[in-house]
């Protein structure tokens, strides 16, 4: 069964303190691995997609990377307005348009 | 504003009654797709219409149902409500294809059976 875990479940850095968050798949044929960010109560936001081993995308303080069963979201030196849950889903070949999400992480950046 | 409009924001309602939950998408976009987050479950996706029509279903129960209109808004029919199906409710939705640019989520209806 296709699966997607994130870990870890929850997170507290300083602010400055860099870090990162995982996203582990098992899926067959990935087409494609989303983050998105979800503040409290809102809708989840686009961040990035990773489509092949290898790949690196970056947005301000996030960096995100792909291998064949995991990903990585880099976080470098934190800001207090970065606290949010992170949120990966993977689109595979006979998913269609749908993608299967992980839980999901929650970050508290504290000042 | 994402530009995905989902109305009502919050709704309240007793065990065993109707609700709808309505979603404009975002001008230009064909595909709408319903997505139920509960705190043990996570994400979960429900059901795809693509230009009026049903493309996908996933985990939605027979007491649900949706349906998009020749405008593509889009309502989720939730009957015979229980306790468990109280969550946040999202409607997100697309251009044709979504690898590029995942889908745009909308703001969401919280709803509590009670």
């Known amino acids: 069964e296709d699966q997607v875990t994130q870990s870890p479940e929850a997170l507290r850095l300083q602010e400055g303190e860099s870090s990162s968050l995982n996203c582990s798949y098992t899926?067959?044929?990935?087409?494609?691995l989303f983050w998105y960010r979800q503040d409290p109560g809102k809708g989840p936001e686009f961040l990035f997609t990773l489509y092949s081993a290898g790949e690196e995308k970056e947005k301000e303080r996030l960096k995100a990377t792909l291998t064949k069963k995991e990903s990585f979201l880099h976080i470098t030196a934190p800001k207090p307005e970065d606290s949010a849950t992170y949120l990966c889903?993977?689109?595979?070949?006979?998913?269609?348009?749908?993608?299967?999400f992980g839980p999901g992480t929650r970050l508290s950046v504290l000042p | 504003d994402s530009g995905v409009t989902q109305t009502p924001k919050h709704l309240i309602t007793a065990t065993g009654q109707r609700v709808t939950l309505r979603c404009s998408p975002r001008s230009g976009d064909l595909s709408v797709y319903w997505y139920q987050q509960s705190l043990d479950q996570g994400l979960q996706f429900l059901i795809q219409?693509?230009?009026?029509?049903?493309?996908a279903k996933g985990n939605i129960l027979e007491r649900f149902s949706a349906q998009q209109f020749p405008d593509l808004h889009s309502e989720l029919n939730l009957s015979s409500l229980e306790l468990g199906d109280s969550a946040l409710y999202f409607c997100?939705?697309?251009?044709?294809?979504?690898?590029?640019?995942?889908?745009?989520f909308g703001s969401g209806t919280r709803l509590t059976v009670v």
């Open positions: 219409y693509y230009n009026g029509e049903e493309r």
């Open positions: 889903a993977v689109q595979a070949a006979n998913y269609g348009q749908n993608f299967v």
């Open positions: 997100a939705s697309s251009v044709d294809s979504t690898l590029n640019y995942g889908y745009t």
């Open positions: 899926v067959s044929g990935l087409r494609g």
